[in-house]
Structure formats: C-alpha cells, structure tokens
C-alpha cells in the first residue's frame, strides 16, 4: 500500500474528504501539465498543523521586521511575546539610531480592556511610546479579541497622527482571519502599499536600483544577498522586511525593478506595485549556487548593461571559486541521501536546488500555508475558486499613479524576457520535483510521522514543533524557518554553512550510540562508528545510502 | 543593544514592553502534558497553540503537543461548539489519548464559549475522558493558566469517593521535569506513598531511544488523579501555581493541604522536608545532603557575601531565589514579576524583613524595560532570570544566571533541579561561577589567581 492510501486509510470520512486533495504523488504531465493539488483551506480542528494564524503572518512576518517602526501589539499579552525576537529577522539601526527589534510592545489588555474597550488603553500607549521613543512611525497590529469586541483601532491611528504628527498604521490581522499566516501577509502588503510605499519621492544614487522583496533576514540571509548586489553594481533601495525600514520602504517605488525572494508573503506587493507605479519583478531564489547564478544573470539581462553583465561574470567567477573545493567536498558527503521538505511558502522549493548542489535528493516538500499558484504555478490563479475565507482579506483596487508610473522595458523586450526568465511570472514547485516524490500541502502531526516512516528520508527540514518528533524517531531534522540558528544560507557562502550544517547533523557521533551496546546486535556490538560516523544496526541516525 | 531605553524612569499605564509573563493557555498546556496519555487543547484560532508548542519546545527542546480548534472568522462569530466537537472527534480517531484536556483562549471567552454545557453535550466514547479550564489570556499569567488546568483537572477527576489511605499528593507547581524528579527524590528517601500532580517527567524530558512516542511513558496517570481525593494531605509548592488547585480539591474532597513556598533554599526546602515528615523522623541521608549544601554556603561565602542582585520571573520562583539569595549573604536590589498579584510583593517583602534588607524594590505586574531602567540606575553584580534577561545583561554588562521560565537559548536547564538541597547547590554553582567568571575576565593579569 502506497503511504497516501495508508494515512488517508486512518481518517474518518471527513478528515479523509479533508485532506484527500492536499497530497500528491509528482507524474510528469503531458505537455507540461502540472497536477492540481489543494491548498489555502481550512486547517481542520483537532488535527495538529503545523499553521500559525493571521497575526503571526501580518506582525510575526511582514511587519515585525521593519526596524525603525514602534510595532504595539494591541491585545491580551502572549502574542506579543511570542513573536519578540524568536524569528531571527536580523536588523542593525541605521543612521538614525533607530532599532526596535530588541523590543516587544503591547497594550496587555485586562479583563476591564475586554468588557469596556481598549481603544483608551491604546491610545495611552501609542502616547507613552512616542513620549519614551519617539519613534517616525507606529504599527498596531491587532489580535483576536481586539476585532470581536470592536475596537476601531484605524480611528485611533488616525487620530494619533494626526496629533503627533508621525506615521500611524493599524493592521487589523486579529488571528482568527483567513486559514493561516497566508492572510496576515496579504493584509501587512495591504497596509505597506497603502500608507508606506510611494509616500517619499528620494530617488535612488545609483545607476540600477533595486528592491528585495519577500527577504526577511532571517539568519543574516539578506544581508549576504545584498552584499553579492552591491559587488556588481546594484543600489539596493529597500528590503522587505528584513532589515528594513520605513524610510526606504517609502521610497521603494523610485527602484527599477523588484526582486521576489518569498513568493507567498509578498507577491501583493510585487503585483500592486506593477500595476501602480509599473514596477516589474523578478521571481529570484537565492538559495543553492546553480540558482544564485541563474538568478544574478537574470538580473543582469534585465538591466541589459554590459558593464553590468560583465560585472556579474566576475562576481560569479570569484564567489565559486572561493567555495567550489568546500562545495565539492561536502557533497562527497551528502551524495545520495534523501531529504524532506515542510517550511512556510517558498523554501521548500528553494532549497530544492541547495540540495541537488549537494547531491541530496528531494522526496517529500510541501507547505504550511501556501496556495495553489505556489504549487502548480501563477498562471492558476484565475481558476482559484475564492471562498468566505479568502473573501475575507480585503483585496485593494489599485489604480496607476499618473505622476510616478513607468515602465522600464519596452514592450518587445519585456516579451522577450518573458520566454527566458521568471519575469511577473512564477512557475511553482511542483515542475521542478522529481517523478515520484510527494507534494503534501498542510502537512499534520499524523502525516509527518507516516511520512518519515514510509519513506525514511535522511533529513527532514521543517520546524521546531516537530524538529524533536522527527529527532526521537532518529531522523536527523533541521529547521528551515530559523535556520536551526545558524545562517545565512543564501548566496554562495550561505551555501557552504548550509552544506556544512548537514554534514555535522548527518554524522554527530550520538546518532551511533542510541542503542546501548547490550542491546544491539552482537556483530555490531563492539564496532567502532565507521568513517561515516555511525554503526551499523543502530535504530536512528541518517542512512548513508 | 536595547539602546533606545532612556535611564531616566517612564511612567507608563497602559504600554507594556518586554514583558516578564505571558498568556494563560502555554501554562494550562503545560499543565496538561502533566498527565499520562494527554492531549492538551486549545479553544481557540490555532496561531495560539502553534506559539504555545513552539515556545515550550523551544524551552524544553522536546515535542509539546497540542491540538486547536482552528477557529475561523465564522466561528468567532457564531460560537466554537461545532469546532470543539469535530476537533474531539478527531483528536481521538487520529490521535487516541486517553483524555483531552481543553483550555480556552482570548478568542473563545470574549465570545463567550460556554465549554461546560459542549462538553455535557458532547459525544464522547465510553473509555474516554474531555475535561476543561478557563484561560482566558487577559487575565492573571501563564502561570495562572497553569494553576487553572491543574484545578481544572481536579474539578472533573478527583474523587471525593476515593477510598481514604495513607498517601499524599504533591503539587510540584511551574517548574522543570529536574525539579519533580528531585521532589521524587526526597520523597522516596521519606519512604513516602505519594502521587505527583502534574508530573512532566517522562514526558518533557523523554529519553531517546530511536522511537518516538506520542505518548511516552510519563504524565500522572488518571486514576491518580482520582485517587487524589482519597489522600491525606496536600502538599502545594509555590503559592501562585498550586494554591487554588489545593484550595478546589480541599473544597471537592476534603483532603487537608498545606501550601508551601516552592521549596528553592535552604529553609524553604527544610520546611517541605519536615511537612511531608510530618514529625516523624528526617533521614540521615536527607541530612546528609542538606549538610554538603551548607558546608558548600560557608566554602562560597566570601565570593557571594553582599553581592547586589536583580531577579525577575514567575512568582513562585522569584521568591525562592530571593530567600535563597538572601540565604547566601547576597542582596537583593529588584525583586520582579511580570503575573499581576500583590500578594507575591508582600510575601517577597517578608522574605526580606527577615533578613533585615529593606531598600530591595519589589514588584509585580511589572516588565523588563523598567527592570532594565531601574537597574541602569542602581547597578547590580548579578541578573537572574529567563532568557529575556540576558539583553539587560548584555546592554549593561552585567553578569547573568539563566534560572526560571522560559530558557530558550541554553540547553540541559529543564533536566536540572533548582529544588531540594542538591538544586540549591546548582544554584551556588551557578551563582558563584558568573561572579567568579566575571572576575577572571576583568581583572589584571597580575591578579588572576589559579586559587580562588
């Protein structure tokens, strides 16, 4: 029995019916043709995903990172405190001194806030935070109870900009909205585009400007990207969000071209910004050497600059030779194992390719909260059948700025570029997974376990919720959303740390001691770990094959 | 870091930051992986029980479980009864606990849930069990959310029926699966029948052994927790944890309780000690032990004499640092909690009559920010505390000791005891390793002693 059948041979008939089309097993189509597969609907109560809620999305993802914002929770005080500084967006003041990071701000709602209002309560705060921080721009992102006994926190940021004269914008991501984190980042899009973006005219210095979208840091993975722009020549205008800050979020529309790294939390942008100021953006991935390559000559044709180009030839050249040997090496290591893939909307595509540099065969990816598009591939959307949930997430009406609308390439080239790179498109991961691997979207508890069991790969990369089930059951597992705190593991030299992290995950001496010696099989018994760094017969640890 | 706190205090009454406290439901959570074959529960959207699992493996680095009612905007607005229905079904189809243990959340007691009358409702097989406990995150702290689930716990399963013997129970309060393991400890060498509720070990601190188990072997079984109505006595650590479940069983069942600082020190563990013995004889060996840790207070003495210290975290832990601190010739300047609660600032302050200090600030309901601030005032040698603490150790370079909740940058906390005598030596160990290393680090070449 194939490992589909089996869990779906657990469920009762509405799990089944629930989860029946959310795992697939990849078949290359004709002509192309990608499977359908379900995905952006209801977790179903009781069973344990992996999701976090609307909140998370908006404040824990998008907003949380821009550093020089005050962010105040408004709300009861746990989800303020579980989102301060457990992300590892990682951000350093600018010139103004201003970083928040470090801080966690919330209203702590009471029990009095609950029955009488919090708008007050609110108010105060944002008062005491100007008082104390003084600070160019204040978020308010709103949790669950806030929305249902009406708090009308828009009117209190409005009337507070008013009154201080800063930045004030409220986000209204109380939890309970839309399936999952994939609503929180539509409404933070929402509110940027809004009120952030295009609200400064400072144009760029340089010659070719640009916008890094959908990177939040984590690991120090933005800055590493940055770094190899900047050696060819780019001017990086603004970050979203990792690092990022209002200042240059401001000025974003005055970039060329917009880099999408995450495609699931910050596609909105890309798109609200092409429609309003004809920006056009790129689908990048930054993850594995093959893709980074791919992604800065992408880039370079973009801008259609010899200087740029040959720029970009040199950066490549001087970066693989710096970690070719070492890349080299670790993938005599790593060569033939098999890993597992469950992160948020784009990582378990990315790193896809991170893995096949290495030699690591993908045979399970799938996402937390992802859509239909970032599986099968944009060019779905159109299908995507909305419901009360995605009704829900308000969807702007953007119109073009008369003043600050233009368009970089001409229409023939934009065609042109169309055919040969990810450009306002975006094919999504399952074209590019191997025949017979597994796409499982909202992957649960239950599934994970059958997962690992069924097809026992050698390392499974997903969170910390189910890090130390997949451990206990000797399968080695790195989280991929916080990089189980090492990083970067962009760019060249990330891709080297990441190489290295799995090397030493693979081979850690304990994965050979597990079963006591009494207890394992005499042939085994008195062998010492063997070059590979584990004995045979032991339960647990990778296998090497 | 934290370069944007002014030294100059803030008078703030509605903006909380960096908080010292988070929501009811992570305790109730962590209250319920107490018990064998449990499924803990949230009543609410699942961002909530994703960020209570998340922070509890993060500090315990092992798998919390938990499931959700993964409320939707439909079900805010029309009650969460057939969300918590289909998620029991569920939870035992897919997962088969033995119980499930629901704790509410913001979102389900602002719409006003009503999780007795769903539970009455509900159809549940005949082998299993639902029970509940309000945790409503805009009130009290995680770790009242811990004390309601374990009274929670009681109000369903203890047994006023129970048959009346010679067994006590204890209630071990917030503290790590190494802290139970050395209350068991103690208890075992009094030769004492006993039953530990919650009890954690096993379970968040599950051995490896190439095999996961959902439900390891670990947890208070249930009929233990039957059983707890027939004890003769309650023992209930830590005031803010175990008061109210001992107070709710003593109102169901009639079992007698004494509630107890949660035993951090000497005189706090001596006072444990000899209410379980309950005037019969202390073993030698208990003794024994308690004698190595004085003799380990007087050798320490000079490096902790008068030593300035700021401590914050969960009530019942704060207090017991503060006397142990005290204990050690130490001198506590900020006592703080984030748990609202004045009764933890009178007991504190107690603490420290009795030592004679009087110029130490205690405070509950309060936050690292103004820790921070009044520490940038009057500076101290040690901070002690969660993992939070260690930017105010970093921003002020401040020496700094990881006791409490949470601890999620260091590794091996959760399997050592803070309690008994032999934790108290931990703690010494701790204590006086920050210090010392402090010195090493600072001083002049020509004073780095091989001796100390």
């Avoid at chain 1, 340089?206 to 993975?221: A, P, Q, R, T």
Wanted: charged share 25%; glycine share 10%.
């Amino acid at each position: 029995m194939d490992v589909k059948t089996e869990i779906l041979g657990k469920y009762n008939a509405k799990v089944f019916k629930s989860r029946r089309d959310h795992i697939l097993q990849v078949e290359a189509g004709e002509d192309g043709k990608v499977q359908e597969i379900a995905a952006n609907t209801r977790a179903i109560p009781g069973i344990m995903t992996n999701r976090g809620c609307c909140y998370a999305g908006c404040k824990g993802v998008v907003v949380g990172p821009i550093r020089d914002a005050v962010t105040i929770t408004h709300g009861p005080i746990g989800c303020g405190f579980y989102s301060w500084g457990t992300r590892r967006n990682k951000a350093r003041a600018g010139e103004d001194g201003k970083n928040f990071i470090q801080y966690c701000f919330s209203t702590d709602m009471q029990e009095s806030d609950i029955v009488f209002g919090g708008d007050k309560k609110l108010r105060q705060a944002i008062k005491e935070a100007v008082d104390i921080f003084h600070p160019k721009a204040i978020f308010i992102c709103s949790t669950c109870p806030v929305g249902l006994i009406g708090d009308d926190i828009h009117a209190v940021a409005a009337e507070a900009e008013k009154t201080y004269g800063i930045l004030c914008q409220a986000f209204s991501c109380e939890g309970y909205k839309g399936v999952s984190q994939s609503g929180g980042h539509h409404i933070a899009n929402n509110g940027l585009m809004k009120r952030v973006i295009g609200s400064s005219d400072q144009a760029p210095a340089g010659k070719h400007s640009l916008n890094l979208l959908g990177e939040y840091n984590i690991g120090g993975d933005g800055w590493e990207v940055e770094r190899l722009l900047a050696a060819i020549g780019y001017e990086v205008v603004s970050v979203f969000t990792g690092n990022g800050s209002v200042a240059d979020i401001a000025r974003s529309h005055k970039a060329d071209l917009n880099l999408v790294q995450c495609h699931r939390s910050i596609n909105y942008v890309a798109e609200m910004m092409k429609a309003a100021y004809g920006t056009s953006w790129l689908k990048v991935n930054f993850i594995g050497i093959e893709s980074v390559c791919q992604s800065l000559r992408d880039i370079a044709a973009f801008f259609d600059d010899p200087e740029i180009a040959r720029r970009t030839e040199e950066v490549i050249a001087a970066e693989l030779a710096d970690v070719a040997p070492e890349m080299e090496r670790l993938k005599e290591r790593l060569s033939g194992k098999t890993a597992a893939l469950f992160v948020g909307g784009s990582r378990s595509h990315h790193y896809q390719f991170l893995l096949r540099d290495l030699g690591v065969t993908t045979v399970l990816a799938g996402y937390e909260f992802a859509h239909r598009d970032d599986y099968e591939g944009r060019e779905v959307i159109p299908d995507i059948k909305e419901d009360a949930d995605s009704k829900n997430i308000e969807t702007l009406e953007i119109v073009q700025d008369p003043k600050r609308y233009r368009v970089f390439l001409s229409p023939e080239r934009y065609e042109e570029l169309r055919r040969t790179m990810e450009l306002e498109r975006y094919s999504g991961m399952i074209r590019d997974m191997p025949d017979g691997s597994y796409v499982v979207d909202d992957l649960n508890h239950f599934e994970t376990e059958m997962f690992a069991k069924a097809l026992k790969p050698d390392i499974f990369f997903s969170g910390i919720k189910d890090k130390y089930v997949l451990q206990k059951g000797g399968t080695l597992s790195r989280q991929l959303h916080s990089y189980d705190y090492s990083g970067p593991y962009a760019g060249f030299r990330g891709a080297v740390i990441f190489g290295r992290d799995l090397v030493m995950g693979c081979y850690a001496p304990a994965w050979s001691m597990v079963i006591p010696p009494w207890k394992a099989a005499p042939s085994s018994n008195q062998q010492p770990p063997d070059e590979k760094g584990r004995n045979e017969g032991t339960a647990g640890g990778p296998s090497d094959a | 870091m934290l370069d944007l706190t002014p030294k100059t205090l803030a008078d703030r009454k509605a903006l909380r930051i960096n908080p010292c406290k988070t929501c009811q439901p992570v305790g109730a959570l962590y209250a319920a992986l107490g018990v064998h074959r449990c499924m803990p529960h949230s009543h609410g959207s699942q961002g909530c029980v994703s960020y209570h699992r998340t922070f509890l493996t993060r500090h315990f680095k092992e798998p919390a479980i938990a499931a959700s009612s993964s409320f939707t905007e439909g079900a805010s607005v029309f009650g969460g009864g057939a969300n918590l229905r289909a998620a029991v079904k569920n939870i035992f189809d897919v997962y088969d606990p033995d119980i499930i243990a629901v704790h509410t959340t913001c979102l389900s007691e602002t719409i006003g849930d009503d999780l007795n009358a769903y539970i009455l409702e509900m159809d549940i097989p005949d082998d299993k069990l639902v029970v509940h406990a309000n945790t409503p995150s805009y009130v009290g702290s995680h770790v009242t959310g811990y004390a309601n689930m374990v009274a929670g716990f009681i109000r369903y399963l203890a047994d006023p029926r129970a048959p009346k013997g010679d067994r006590i129970a204890v209630f071990p309060g917030f503290v790590n699966p190494g802290d139970i393991r050395e209350l068991k400890h103690l208890l075992a060498r009094m030769g004492k029948d006993f039953i530990m509720f919650p009890d954690q070990c096993g379970v968040m601190d599950a051995p490896m052994k190439g095999v996961y188990e959902m439900y390891p072997d670990g947890g208070t079984p249930i009929d233990d927790v039957r059983a707890l109505g027939g004890c003769r006595h309650v023992y209930a650590l830590g005031h803010a944890a175990s008061e109210e479940p001992a107070d709710v069983l003593d109102k169901k069942c009639r079992v007698p309780n004494t509630v107890l600082p949660l035993p951090v020190g000497v005189a706090a563990t001596d006072a444990f000690v000899m209410a379980v013995a309950a005037g019969g004889a202390v073993p030698e060996d208990i003794e024994d032990e308690r004698g190595r840790l004085l003799d380990l207070m007087l050798d320490v003495n000079p490096h902790l004499h008068e030593r300035k210290l700021a401590i914050f975290g969960d009530p019942d832990t704060v207090a017991g640092l503060t006397a142990f601190a005290l204990e050690l010739g130490m001198h506590p300047k900020f006592v703080i909690t984030g748990t609202p609660g004045e009764a933890f600032v009178h007991r504190t302050e107690d603490i420290l009559a009795g030592y004679g200090v009087g110029d130490c600030t205690v405070k509950a309901a309060s936050d690292l920010f103004e820790l921070h601030q009044m520490v940038k005032n009057h500076p101290v040698d040690l901070l002690v505390g969660s993992s939070y603490g260690k930017q105010i150790a970093k921003a002020e370079d401040i020496p700094f000791v990881r006791l409490g909740f949470p601890i999620l940058d260091r590794y091996a906390h959760s399997y050592m005891p803070m309690v008994g005598y032999r934790g108290a030596m931990r703690i010494v160990e701790l204590l006086a390793g920050a210090i010392m290393d402090r010195y090493d680090r600072d001083c002049a070449d020509e004073d780095l002693e091989a001796v100390m």
